[in-house]
């Protein structure tokens, strides 16, 4: 039953909220794919008011991390080796380079669904590390909507 409710949290997160079935976000939420389309190259470059990371750092930051535990899930130990802090460094992309991005970070998101779909026996570390993931794209989503209000998808409903 975890696995489930995991994999139904991740899609939710990712491809947005049906109308009445909504966890985390609010009743038609857009997700974190669709959000990001609706942002320029400049948008996702831009540097929010006094600093830190671009949402195209953060979109990076991201696909790196769905990619390290795509290849734990193939059975690799990609973490002892793992740069985190790499895709802090990127700032600006241009418009070929977003597109770019953004379609990583869908392969690398999709390809994590279908592994959270798979059966997998899990250690309480590996299960941590699951749940950690949700909730890394959660963190992530709602730091990129504080940086560019464009991103925010629809109120809160009474």
């Known amino acids: 039953m975890l696995p489930h409710v995991l994999l139904k949290l991740f899609n939710e997160l990712v491809d947005g909220s049906a109308e009445q079935a909504a966890w985390v976000l609010n009743p038609l939420d857009p997700g974190l794919m ?36 795509n290849r734990w899930s193939r059975g690799e130990e990609p973490f002892a080796e793992a740069d985190y802090s790499a895709s802090w460094h990127l700032i600006t992309v241009s418009e070929a380079e977003w597109a770019s991005r953004r379609h990583a970070l869908a392969r690398e998101a999709y390809a994590w669904r279908d592994a959270l779909s798979q059966p997998r026996e899990l250690d309480a570390t590996e299960l941590a590390g699951v749940v950690a993931s949700i909730v890394h794209l959660a963190y992530h989503l709602g730091a990129m909507r504080q940086i560019d209000r464009a991103m925010r998808g629809p109120a809160a409903q009474d």
């Open 34 to 69: 669709r959000s990001l389309e609706t942002l320029s190259a400049a948008q996702a470059s831009a540097v929010p008011p006094g600093g830190g990371a671009s949402i195209a750092a953060h979109v990076d930051h991201l696909r790196y991390g769905l990619e390290l535990l």
